[in-house]
C-alpha cells in the first residue's frame, strides 16, 4: 500500500492540482457536449431541410386519388432517390411494393421504429450501421387535396453518414485532452510556486525554532506583511523574547546558587578543621568517660565526619558546576588502583575484587579513586554482603563492575539514583552519607567521555562503569 504525503507542502500541491484537474475534466466534459449537440444539431436540421426541400419539389401524380391518375413507375422512384442522393449517402424510396435504393442500404437497416413514425411526419434517428454513425431521416410525402394533406403512399428514407462529425469531435477530443494536460501542467508549477512562497514563512519558522532548541536565544525573524503568517511570526519573537529573559534570570540565578554554595563549603572547612582536631581529642577520652557521655561523644564525632563529608562533596560539586574540573591522565594499573582505594579505607576484607595484574589504562588516578569509593562505599552502606568489584579491558576501553547482593534498589529509583541528595526511599533520609557520591561518581565518569549505568540483580544490584581509552 502506498503511503499517502503527510508534508504539508505536498497536501498543498495535490489539492490545487485536484481542484484543477477537476476544473479542468468539468470544463472540458460541458465544452465538448456543447460542441456534440451544436454538430449533430446542425446535421439533422441539414439533413432536414434537404429531404423536406426534395420531396416538397415532387411534380408526378402519386397515388390514385382521382380518375385517370396512374401509380408512379420505378423510374419515378429512381428519379425521387437520385435527386435525394448525395456523396456518402444511402437513399431509399418505396412506394407499396416498388422499392429504389440509392447506395448499399436497404429496408433491413431502416430501424422498425422510425419506419412506424415515418408514416406520420419526418422524423430523424442515428444509428451505427456496419461500424459506423448514420443519421437517417424519414417522411411519407403528403399533397394537398381540396385544402386538406392527404398522403400519397410514398415514404423515402435518406442515410446521411456522420463521419465528418465523427472527426470533428475527435479532433476536439483531443484538442480539449491536450488544452486540459496543459492547464494541469501550468496549474502544477503554480502550485508548487504558490506551495513555496506559502511554506517559506514556515521553513524559517522551524529553523528559528530548532535554533532556539539548540540555545541560541537570540534568535528573531523579519516581520513582513499582515497577514496571519506574519502575526505567527510576531508572537514567536515575543515568545522568543520571553524565553530568552527567562532563561537568563535561571542562569543568573543559577549561578548565584553555584557561587553561594561554593562560598559556604569554603567557609566551612575553617570551623570543621577545628571541630575534627577537637573530636579527635574527644575520641581519646571517650574510653575514660562514663556511658551516657561517652554515647554522646561518639554521636558527635559521627556528625562531624558526616559533615565533613558533605562538605567535601559539596566543594568537589561546585568545581564541575563552575566547569574548572579538570583531569591528569596518565597509565594506572587498575588492580593496584582498586586495592590501594579498599585499603585506605579498611574494606579489604569486606569486598572481593576480580581484576587482572597486567591491565593498565591511561585515566586520572584520583577521579578514579573517588569512582570506585563512591560505588563500594554505597554497595556496603545500603547493600549487603558479598560485594564485589570486577574490572577488565574491553576493544574500547575499561569496564568496572560494582554488585552487592542487598534488597536492592526499589525500581521506580533507578531513573534517579544519579541525582543529586536523592536517598531511595523514606528510611534513608537520615541514613549516613550525603547523598552527593552517586553524582559525583557520575561527573566523573563523564569527566572521563565514559557511562555509567545501574540494574536490579536477583539478588542485589549492579553498577557498571566504562571508560575510554585516553
Known amino acids: 500500500m502506498i503511503p499517502l504525503p503527510t508534508g504539508l507542502r505536498a497536501r498543498l500541491v495535490i489539492t490545487f492540482t485536484l481542484v484543477a484537474v477537476t476544473a479542468s475534466l468539468l470544463v472540458a466534459t460541458i465544452g465538448f457536449e456543447l460542441a456534440k449537440t451544436a454538430l449533430v444539431t446542425r446535421e439533422e436540421n441539414t439533413s432536414l431541410d434537404l429531404v423536406i426541400r426534395e420531396l416538397g419539389s415532387i411534380t408526378f401524380p402519386i397515388g390514385k386519388l382521382a380518375p385517370g391518375e396512374a401509380a408512379p413507375t420505378i423510374k419515378e422512384l429512381d428519379r425521387v432517390a437520385a435527386a435525394l442522393s448525395g456523396p456518402g449517402r444511402s437513399v431509399i424510396v418505396e412506394y407499396g411494393t416498388l422499392v429504389s435504393t440509392e447506395g448499399p442500404m436497404t429496408l433491413s437497416d431502416v430501424p422498425n421504429e422510425l419506419y412506424g413514425r415515418a408514416k406520420q411526419s419526418v422524423v430523424t434517428q442515428r444509428k451505427v450501421i456496419r461500424n459506423q454513425l448514420w443519421l437517417i431521416v424519414g417522411a411519407e410525402v403528403y399533397r394537398d387535396?381540396?385544402?386538406?394533406?392527404?398522403?400519397?403512399?410514398?415514404?423515402?428514407?435518406?442515410?446521411?453518414?456522420?463521419?465528418?462529425?465523427?472527426?470533428?469531435?475527435?479532433?476536439?477530443?483531443?484538442?480539449?485532452?491536450q488544452a486540459g494536460a496543459a492547464i494541469v501542467l501550468i496549474a502544477l508549477v503554480v502550485a508548487l510556486l504558490s506551495a513555496r512562497q506559502v511554506l517559506l514563512p514556515v521553513r524559517r519558522l522551524s529553523a528559528a525554532a530548532q535554533a532556539l532548541g539548540q540555545g541560541r536565544l537570540d534568535t528573531r525573524l523579519p516581520v513582513h506583511g499582515q497577514d496571519e503568517l506574519a502575526e505567527l511570526t510576531s508572537r514567536f519573537n515575543d515568545a522568543a523574547a520571553a524565553l530568552e529573559l527567562s532563561v537568563s534570570e535561571l542562569r543568573s540565578l543559577e549561578a548565584m546558587s553555584r557561587r553561594f554554595v561554593a562560598?559556604?563549603?569554603?567557609?566551612?572547612?575553617?570551623?570543621?578543621?577545628?571541630?575534627?582536631?577537637?573530636?579527635?581529642?574527644?575520641?581519646?577520652?571517650?574510653?575514660?568517660?562514663?556511658a551516657a557521655p561517652a554515647e554522646a561523644v561518639r554521636l558527635v564525632l559521627r556528625e562531624i565526619e558526616r559533615l565533613r563529608e558533605l562538605v567535601e562533596h559539596l566543594i568537589e560539586i561546585s568545581r564541575f558546576d563552575a566547569g574548572t574540573a579538570t583531569l591528569n591522565v596518565e597509565p594506572v594499573n587498575v588492580a593496584d588502583a582498586i586495592a590501594d582505594c579498599l585499603e585506605v579505607r579498611g574494606w579489604t576484607d569486606q569486598v572481593e575484587v576480580k581484576a587482572s595484574q597486567g591491565l593498565t589504562v591511561n585515566l586520572d588516578p584520583r577521579r578514579f579513586d573517588v569512582i570506585v569509593a563512591n560505588l563500594v562505599g554505597n554497595a556496603l552502606k545500603h547493600g549487603q554482603r558479598p560485594v564485589m568489584v570486577s574490572a577488565r579491558g574491553t576493544e574500547n576501553g575499561l569496564e568496572v563492575k560494582v554488585r552487592d547482593h542487598g534488597k536492592g534498589i526499589p525500581r521506580e529509583a533507578l531513573a534517579h539514583v544519579f541525582d543529586r541528595f536523592f536517598k531511595a526511599g523514606a528510611g534513608r533520609a537520615r541514613s549516613q552519607g550525603s547523598g552527593l557520591g552517586l553524582a559525583i561518581a557520575r561527573a566523573n565518569v563523564h569527566l572521563h567521555g565514559g557511562t555509567i549505568s545501574v540494574r536490579l540483580q536477583n539478588p542485589g544490584t549492579l553498577f557498571t562503569v566504562w571508560l575510554p581509552h585516553s
Open 145 to 177: 387535396v381540396d385544402g386538406a394533406p392527404q398522403a400519397t403512399g410514398l415514404r423515402a428514407f435518406a442515410f446521411f453518414p456522420m463521419r465528418g462529425d465523427e472527426n470533428q469531435l475527435n479532433t476536439l477530443r483531443a484538442t480539449l485532452a
Open 263 to 290: 562560598d559556604v563549603s569554603h567557609e566551612l572547612r575553617t570551623p570543621l578543621t577545628a571541630m575534627t582536631a577537637v573530636a579527635d581529642m574527644l575520641s581519646e577520652e571517650a574510653g575514660r568517660l562514663p
